[in-house]
């Protein structure tokens, strides 16, 4: 695969280029500094390669992601990968908008670039999730508050556990009414206010201290309910992308908001769990959220959970299949005292109960048991380096 850098910044180009010296799969280096016009990138799809650009935003944001998106829409063979990208809102949601696959964090480390070159290169090859050895992340959504994404999430995570000889991890980044401490009753001092104000520094000795356990999960628990600090979105992605070296799985309870954070870390999930209720009112705002993750080009990542389902609810399978627009994965039985005996030991639901089928049903598609790969093969090295310093695109499209 050939990796593209197109930046006017010298100093990033060769940064960017030591990096991609050790990284599985980039045979040679294309440098482009000026950002070419669509038409120009389609060119390179006659070339029986696959490419990774690498794309600097830093120049002019409108360009770059003009330029993103007529990739995302005419070069299936090309991933991008985004760097000095502003960290407003606004332009977060345009970058997604624009197909990005990955987005680097500044600065950049080594390992930073190897990580979203194989990411790129699984999305490349058809390959669902992250590539192995990157901890696969599930994120549980709420269609509204109350609609039971965060017992869904923290029982799913309990039976992954169950189900599997590796360790699990569940984040919740509900920071403001966060339950998985409640609901397991934790007794740990710590949570995941205290990963995310030392995020910046977490190492292994840290992370030990603040993870509580329970059974054969590692948890970071809801945030105490003073915790009233703004928490910047880098250290949401620190905690997320420390988490997914650690873990093959990771299940992630978010609040619903659809906050800047939430939108980060369902770019970085193999799966968004969207969990609803069959009431109309969940369905109406389901709907709404389904519209809103298309707009951000998240909804190949969906998966509907249809919780509290009976057969009072009065609509079919098929009827709310089609008030969704979009297909439901797992339903979830009604069962108030099965949760209700749960929380009151702080435990999991076990399998035998209705909705403890269907729980373990949910963590069996999550693929907690992935088999260590085979090593790759030893790399070429830099078959070959490009430059178009000062020429027009004309002169590499030979």
Not at 238 to 244: G, V
Not at 347 to 353: A, E, L, V
Request: glycine share 8%.
């Amino acid at each position: 695969m050939i990796a593209a850098i197109i930046s006017k910044d010298a100093v990033l180009r060769a940064r960017l280029e030591t990096a991609l010296e050790g990284a599985a799969g980039i045979d040679s280096v294309l440098i482009i500094p000026e950002y070419p016009h669509a038409s120009d990138i389609r060119s390179l799809e006659n070339k029986n390669e696959k490419f990774v650009a690498f794309i600097d935003f830093h120049e002019n944001v409108e360009r770059a992601i003009l330029l993103a998106s007529g990739i995302s829409r005419n070069c299936p063979s090309i991933g991008t990968i985004a760097l000095n990208v502003p960290s407003t809102q606004a332009d977060l949601i345009a970058v997604v908008r624009a197909g990005i696959g990955e987005v680097l964090p500044q600065p950049f480390s080594n390992r930073d670039v190897e990580t979203a070159v194989r990411n790129v290169t699984h999305k490349l090859n058809g390959v669902p999730g992250s590539a192995v050895g990157d901890g696969v992340v599930y994120a549980f959504l709420p269609a509204k508050p109350g609609s039971g994404a965060s017992s869904l999430a923290t029982y799913s995570a309990l039976a992954c556990g169950r189900l599997t000889d590796r360790r699990p991890l569940l984040l919740d980044f509900d920071i403001r009414l966060g339950i998985t401490s409640f609901v397991l009753k934790l007794d740990s001092s710590h949570s995941i206010a205290d990963a995310l104000e030392n995020a910046a520094h977490m190492d292994q000795s840290l992370w030990t201290q603040l993870v509580s356990e329970r059974d054969n999960l590692d948890i970071l628990g809801s945030a105490p309910s003073e915790f009233g600090a703004h928490v910047p979105l880098e250290s949401f992605q620190s905690i997320l992308k420390w988490a997914r070296r650690q873990y093959s799985v990771i299940v992630v309870d978010l609040p619903g908001n659809m906050e800047d954070y939430e939108i980060a870390t369902m770019q970085q999930a193999g799966t968004i769990f969207l969990v609803c209720g069959p009431d109309l009112v969940s369905l109406h705002t389901a709907r709404q959220t389904i519209q809103r993750l298309h707009a951000l080009n998240l909804l190949d990542r969906v998966s509907v959970l249809l919780n509290r389902m009976d057969k009072r609810s009065g609509l079919s399978m098929r009827d709310i299949e089609g008030i969704l627009g979009v297909p439901i994965l797992v339903t979830m039985p009604t069962d108030e005292r099965t949760i209700r005996e749960a929380v009151r030991d702080g435990t999991g639901i076990g399998p035998k109960s209705a909705l403890g089928k269907q729980i373990e049903a949910l963590a069996r598609k999550m693929p907690g048991n992935i088999q260590d790969a085979a090593p790759p093969p030893p790399k070429n090295r830099f078959l070959s380096f490009f430059s178009v310093e000062g020429k027009r695109l004309d002169a590499w499209r030979q």
